[in-house]
């Protein structure tokens, strides 16, 4: 059993920073992959970034390739996402979540993931 509670939301300007974490608890947590996943009001929630349990693997969407950064520390048994760059359309509910497996690609929008927190809003301000 894996908790998952996000902290790190909040209101900024666009083009300004943010970042989240994602404290979990349960000692397999260093066997699990990482992942966030983001809703905006309206709309379907939707894949942001993965991380391996290693953290020796990423995988980002293409909406936030080059500005958002995933990692983890598994000692402190965090998993950070670090968003630079925010834009507008980066509002919305951020949630961290927690599966075995580490799913890329079209899977990774269509695979139910295991664990999942309750979420933290990031509002970015035009």
């Known amino acids: 059993q894996v908790q998952l509670v996000e902290s790190g939301g909040g209101l900024v300007q666009a083009g300004g920073s943010l970042r989240l974490s994602c404290a979990a608890s349960g000692r397999t947590f260093r066997s699990y992959a990482m992942y966030w996943f983001r809703q905006a009001p309206g709309k379907e929630r939707e894949f942001v970034a993965s991380i391996t349990w290693r953290g020796s693997s990423t995988y980002y969407a293409d909406s936030v390739k080059g500005r958002f950064t995933i990692s983890r520390d598994n000692a402190k048994i965090t998993v950070y996402l670090q968003m630079n760059s925010l834009k507008p359309e980066d509002t919305a509910v951020y949630y961290c979540?927690?599966?075995?497996?580490?799913?890329?690609?079209?899977?990774?929008?269509?695979?139910?993931?295991?664990?999942w927190g309750q979420g933290t809003q990031v509002t970015v301000s035009s």
């Open positions: 979540a927690a599966d075995s497996r580490f799913y890329t690609g079209v899977v990774v929008t269509t695979t139910p993931i295991t664990y």
